[in-house]
């Protein structure tokens, strides 16, 4: 940035996450389901500042820019008179989507609010993030051209090939026991589930068909858990510890869980340790039980587009707060089961 103003991150930081309402969301909207996509954050503080006005102008000049969504502008404003802009609903037709920012705590994080004595003053400026949500470029608000630019130049650069950081481990579930895992599943069936939410001092189960669509049964047999835990502990957890020096000592829900095609199952990107009650989760799993079945697998859309499937029986461990997602079912039916990996931290139920 060239002005006097500096707000307080560099190149190469990480952007603080954030949960603020957003314009047309029932609730509130997380900052870090942006991930996987070239991010330009705009605080433009009010749509009735001249100034402002010919930013979002120019982000709208740019909507091809968002098309394919690869890339994603995300507004911040703190006035309240911006809900019933026009100006505000082009720009969300064109795709570009606006925080409200009505008490600034997200302006106040990212440094946009410099209060003293006398005055809140409020510095406009353009945040350019990677897919990781890391720093690419600072713009004062004046130098949105070179912002737009810079985000173009982002798109356009060659992909670096990145792997996720994930551990593949075959052999974790004999073929035997994934089969009877299955056959619970069919004789049982499996109940629909949603995702959670925080909704103030509560973490709520909401079902969004658009998010999710899976179904799930609940191991209730003592012998069945012991089973599976007895696997878990003794052959995936001693290469969890190598691979990331943690040795989870307790598993959080033991399933099965199925994605069919006939439901055009899948789940949409999320993390799965973002609200009070998942906040002692630390590593995910999943273990195929069959394999006769098209679509259904991992990505993770901050490193890439690369798409991971475990083998029959093999397990996929990965850090709960790596964005993943599963993708739509193409053939069949996959069935899995996905228990959630913790330690000796206390629990926040």
Known sequence: MSDAFSPPLSL???????TAPMLGQATGADFDKAGGRHVLLLFFGSAANPAAD???????????????????VLGVTIDPHDLVSGRIAALQRSGMQIFIDADRRVSALYGAIQPDAQRVTFNPYWLLLDPTLRVTGLFSLRFGTDAMAALRRQLDAPAIEISA???????????????????????????ETGVMRQVGDRTVEVHHHDIKRRRDHMIQAAAVQA?????VMSRLVPMIERCFQYRPTEIERYIVSCYDTEDSAHF??????TTRATAHRRIAVTINLTDDYDGGELRFPEFGARR?????????????????EVTRM?????Y??????YGSAPRCD
Do not use: M
Not at 311 to 324: E, K, N, Q, R
Not at 336 to 341: D, G, I, M, Q, V
């Open 330 to 334: 193409t053939a069949g039916r996959r």
């Open 54 to 72: 010919a930013a979002l102008r120019l982000v709208e000049a740019n909507a091809d820019l968002l098309k394919d969504r690869r890339a994603v």
């Open 12 to 18: 190469g930081e990480p952007a603080p996450w954030f």
């Open 268 to 273: 949409a990107p999320h993390r799965d340790n």
């Open 165 to 191: 950081p994930v551990l593949i481990l075959p052999n974790v579930l004999d073929l035997q026991f994934a089969a009877e895992l299955v056959d619970l599943h069919k004789r049982h069936g499996g109940q």
């Open 308 to 324: 991971y499937r475990a083998p029959l029986g093999g397990a996929i461990a990965f850090s709960c707060s790596l964005l993943h």
């Open 227 to 231: 089973r599976l835990r007895e696997s």
């Open 336 to 341: 899995a089961t996905l228990p959630f990996l």
